[in-house]
């Protein structure tokens, strides 16, 4: 029952994001000199087993609107040892709804606790970012 609640929760929860976008906090906010987009900042979590940490993964990058020169992602602020390359989006756009993009990371090993890591989309010009949530766990449910 309980596997059957959470999986109730995070369909309701990718619901709500995709439904209620609001651009993240950005130095003009959104607005560019290579077009109009923003990255969604909902705040994505992930649960990590603290001992192995967790290998080749994704988190969301939900940039949408217009824009006509590459978006460099990836996450920052993530535990030492941890990893993310940057990814790029040609220029394009995405009206929504939905989640086109992913930023690839990869997490190291680290003592149990929760770490405040981020995503970041920059288009040269304007950096914008989202949070994730890392909680570091014995186990993972």
């Known amino acids: 029952m309980?596997?059957?609640l959470d999986v109730m929760g995070v369909a309701v929860g990718l619901v709500g994001m995709l439904?209620?976008?609001a651009p993240a906090a950005a130095s003009s906010g959104g607005t560019t000199e290579s077009g109009t987009w923003y990255l969604d900042d909902?705040?994505?979590r992930l649960c990590v087993v603290a001992e192995r940490g967790w290998r080749?993964?994704?988190v969301w990058a939900p940039i949408f609107g217009e824009w006509s020169t590459p978006i460099i992602i990836g996450v920052r602020n993530m535990p030492a040892g941890s990893t993310s390359p940057e990814g790029t989006?040609?220029?394009g756009s995405h009206p929504g709804p939905g989640?086109?993009?992913?930023a690839e990371l990869s997490l190291a090993p680290a003592p149990v606790g929760v770490y405040h890591a981020?995503?970041?989309a920059d288009d040269g010009t304007v950096t914008q970012t989202?949070?994730?949530r890392l909680n570091y766990q014995e186990r993972c449910p």
């Open 130 to 132: 989202a949070p994730v």
């Open 99 to 102: 989640i086109r993009y992913f």
């Open 19 to 21: 439904l209620a976008g």
């Open 2 to 4: 309980r596997t059957r």
């Open 56 to 58: 080749d993964t994704y």
């Open 89 to 91: 989006i040609a220029p």
């Open 118 to 120: 981020e995503v970041w």
């Open 42 to 44: 909902f705040e994505q």
